[in-house]
């Protein structure tokens, strides 16, 4: 089946060691996300792809970048963690900017 | 002001039984989207049901369907015959923007309960 996968599901660093997060997806969509979930919160959008072109949120702190490959592969680095970081990191994908988005299970990230 | 207002934190209902989850929007925009996640304690977040500005008919999938009243900007998913896999949080979101700018905003969510 066609799906976005994201490992890991649970990952544990400490405060200021670098981490990454992957998302791939199968669906051979133009667009790939990162969300940021905070507890009993809604998702927040961290920056997309549209292909190679990056577009990254206005308020997305510089701490969090990100890597796209190819068009399978999708990456967020968070190059220095703090306490506020952790939260549950969703990645979505879509055929296109304006089409609907298709997520997949997230990967929590706990700093300690 | 919001862009998405889902008025209830969190919603009860009996098992078989229907449920409203209520969504209400801002935009001036006259192409939108209008979309329904839910996203179960696992953390996935599922598309259940979309809604485009001009469609003339409400939105349905299975037992999803979505109320939508432009002029009074809402957009209610009704669950009908609810099971116990239907408690999860819902989340209500609109899209909006043109080109590049698009953006997916959610609302704050409604945490539903089917109980037994």
């Known amino acids: 089946d066609a799906m976005v996968i994201q490992n890991p599901r649970y990952q544990v660093t400490q405060f200021g060691k670098p981490v990454t997060l992957s998302c791939s997806q199968t669906?051979?969509?133009?667009?790939m996300y990162w969300y940021q979930q905070k507890s009993s919160q809604a998702p927040k959008l961290l920056f997309h792809?549209?292909?190679?072109?990056?577009?990254n949120e206005a308020d997305t702190p510089d701490n969090f970048q990100s890597r796209r490959p190819n068009t399978s592969f999708c990456f967020l680095d968070i190059r220095s963690p703090g306490l506020g970081d952790a939260a549950m990191y969703l990645c979505?994908?879509?055929?296109?900017?304006?089409?609907?988005?298709?997520f997949g299970p997230g990967t929590r990230l706990l700093v300690l | 002001a919001q862009k998405i207002t889902q008025t209830q934190p969190g919603m009860f209902v009996q098992e078989k039984e229907a449920v409203t989850l209520d969504c209400t929007y801002d935009t001036s925009d006259p192409s939108y989207g209008l979309f329904w996640y839910k996203q179960p304690s696992s953390g996935e977040m599922i598309f259940l049901i979309y809604q485009g500005s001009y469609d003339q008919q409400n939105a349905t999938e299975g037992r999803y369907s979505l109320n939508f009243q432009k002029a009074r900007k809402s957009a209610n998913l009704v669950i009908s015959a609810s099971q116990l896999g239907d408690s999860a949080m819902y989340f209500c979101a609109m899209r909006e923007g043109m080109g590049s700018n698009y953006k997916l905003t959610f609302g704050k969510g409604t945490l539903l309960t089917v109980n037994p």
């Open positions: 792809y549209y292909d190679k072109d990056f577009n």
């Open positions: 669906l051979n969509h133009n667009v």
């Open positions: 979505a994908t879509s055929t296109a900017i304006q089409e609907t988005q298709y």
